[in-house]
């Protein structure tokens, strides 16, 4: 026999819940840097995050370059292609500045949204992946993150020098060369 009371309990799969796939793997990805984080410390976790970062950017220049169908991009296409991968991400990252030197970038909105915030390992992912993509194709590059929603800013500021310049060397940042 059947408990009525069961029967007026909502169905399991019509319950409105906050899990989604995009949801669960932010989240998955908060904790475990947020673990990292404790467990060996922000600049530890940055470095785990840094190898991800460099393979993940591996992968994303390759296919861009196969994409596009050239052996090297030029500094135009590689700031297009900083701003169309996080795009496609859900980050709106712009240029705000491009030369010889640098290629400076904003965003307003965060791959991470919300769950980035506390956790600026997390921020190594950019790092890397920028610094990848701008070396393999330009030489070099230092990736110098001014300001970042993970560390509680508004936005973000990008800088990417794209040569070993006076001001690139004084910058407090991560570098990157050609493999």
């Given at each position: 026999m059947s408990d009525p009371a069961l029967n007026e309990l909502p169905i399991i799969q019509d319950l409105s819940l906050p899990l989604e796939r995009?949801?669960?793997l932010r989240t998955l990805i908060r904790e475990l840097s947020g673990t990292l984080q404790d467990v060996v410390g922000l600049d530890e976790a940055s470095g785990f995050i840094s190898i991800v970062g460099q393979r993940v950017g591996d992968q994303i220049n390759e296919d861009y370059r196969t994409a596009l169908s050239v052996d090297q991009l030029d500094r135009h296409q590689v700031a297009e292609v900083l701003v169309d991968l996080k795009r496609r991400i859900q980050g709106d990252f712009y240029v705000v500045h491009e030369d010889d030197d640098k290629i400076v970038l904003k965003n307003r909105s965060c791959p991470f949204a919300e769950k980035v915030i506390g956790r600026p390992s997390l921020c190594m992912m950019t790092?890397?992946?920028f610094g990848v993509i701008a070396s393999e194709n330009l030489g070099y590059a230092k990736v110098v993150i001014e300001e970042a929603i993970a560390r509680g800013d508004a936005g973000c500021t990008i800088v990417v020098h794209l040569?070993?310049?006076?001001?690139?060397?004084?910058?407090?940042?991560?570098e990157y060369l050609k493999a």
């Open positions: 995009d949801v669960f790092s890397n992946v040569r070993p310049t006076a001001n690139a060397m004084a910058a407090d940042g991560r």
